[in-house]
């Protein structure tokens, strides 16, 4: 039992913290969430659009299609871009960290009791 798991524990070392977990299970609706999203809006929009208009909602199915398929579009590349920025921003991470390494030093692991005082109580 002494020995963890090693998605359990934070890896200490810097070099791969920044690194995708291979051991990670991704969402089911993780990268859908703004695609489903912006596709409710757009048919929300219609929907809206035509209650001001005092036009029956039902009314006008290829509008509903329409914009709901491009705001899913829409949601998709931004998702695309949120990705894409947070891949970039995490390799220029690793590589700062691979040119400064000195400034990056692995720490030490530490238990839990040299971390805390001794509990003395006090009556």
Request: aromatic share 12%.
């Amino acid at each position: 039992m002494s020995k963890m798991l090693p998605s359990m524990s934070a890896e200490p070392n810097p070099r791969t913290l920044l690194l995708p977990d291979p051991d990670a299970i991704p969402s089911v609706l993780g990268d859908k969430a703004a695609t489903i999203f912006a596709s409710f809006i757009g048919m929300a929009g219609v929907a809206f659009e035509r209650y001001l208009n005092r036009r029956p909602l039902y009314s006008g199915i290829q509008s509903y299609i329409l914009w709901g398929t491009g705001g899913a579009v829409l949601g998709y590349l931004a998702t695309l871009r949120y990705q894409r920025y947070n891949s970039d921003r995490d390799a220029a991470y690793r590589h700062y960290i691979d040119l400064h390494p000195e400034d990056f030093p692995i720490p030490e692991r530490k238990r839990v009791g040299e971390v805390f005082k001794t509990f003395i109580p006090i009556r």
